[in-house]
Each structure stands twice: as C-alpha cells, then as structure tokens.
C-alpha cells in the first residue's frame, strides 16, 4: 500500500509542477524592440513593440482622435499611429508598449498603448508642510505616540 502512496504523490506533484510551469510561460509577456522589428518586419503581422517615446514626436489631433509619435530604443525608431485618446501616463520620454500591426506603408498601426510608469516614488507632500505638522499637533493633542 505505501508504493501506492508514494506513486500518487509523485504524479500529484508532477501535475501541480506542470500547472505552475504553464501557468507562468502563458503570463509571460514579450515584447520586440524597435531595432528588432525593423530587422524582421512582416507586414500585418501583430506585434507588441516596446520602447521610448521619443521627445518632440507626439502630436495628437483631439478632434479625429488620431496620434502620432515615434518609439525609440537607442538605435532605431518607429512610426506609430494610434486612433483613440493616448493613457495618462502617456507621454514623451517614457516608456510604452503598444500591440498592433505593422503596416506595409512603413509605420506600426497601434490598437493598445500601455503606459509604463516611473519606478521612482515621489511623496506628494512635503514632510515640512503646514498640512502635515497641523495633522502632528492634532494628534498630539489627542494622546497619539508619535512616530516621529
């Protein structure tokens, strides 16, 4: 009987290992940069294109709701145009993705724009601010230990 068990644990094992493996290589999401899909381009091919948005190249017509801007990697650039409202966090000199097609007239023909946000942390106040030592001296007043 206990063979039994240590064969059902070594399948139940090797079951959840492959669900996990699956599960990862499926959320995994690639992206080619603007130098790869130069080099290998394929017209009406989706892709998902990754890079810089250049500084200088996004205009926006609000009222056809058509933008234009150029992705960059350092070595090599990309038209991109898009038919819709750009993210917030869109703008020149981030980072962006976009998913859609290359176009055989030279340029991506984007459907998604993903805004990619900075990693650094800015606190939105002012630890020095009237707000903040206004909220210290209420709850001082109010017997709070300070953490300060």
Do not use: N
Request: hydrophobic residues 45%; positive net charge; glycine residues 12%.
């Amino acid at each position: 009987m206990r063979p039994k068990f240590i064969v059902g644990g070594i399948v139940i094992a090797a079951a959840l290992a492959y669900m996990i493996y699956a599960g990862v290589t499926q959320s995994a999401v690639y992206f080619v940069t603007p130098a790869e899909l130069r080099a290998s381009a394929v017209a009406g091919k989706a892709y998902r294109l990754g890079g810089m948005v250049i500084p200088g190249s996004v205009t926006w017509e609000p009222r056809s709701l058509d933008l234009r801007f150029t992705l960059g990697d350092g070595t090599a650039t990309v038209a991109v145009r898009h038919k819709g409202t750009p993210p917030d966090l869109f703008g020149e000199g981030r980072g962006a993705v976009v998913e859609g097609t290359w176009s055989a007239d030279g340029y991506f023909r984007a459907g998604l724009i993903l805004a990619k946000h900075s990693e650094e942390y800015k606190a939105p106040h002012d630890a020095t601010a009237a707000g903040h030592t206004r909220v210290v001296k209420l709850l001082l007043s109010r017997g709070a230990d300070p953490i300060c």
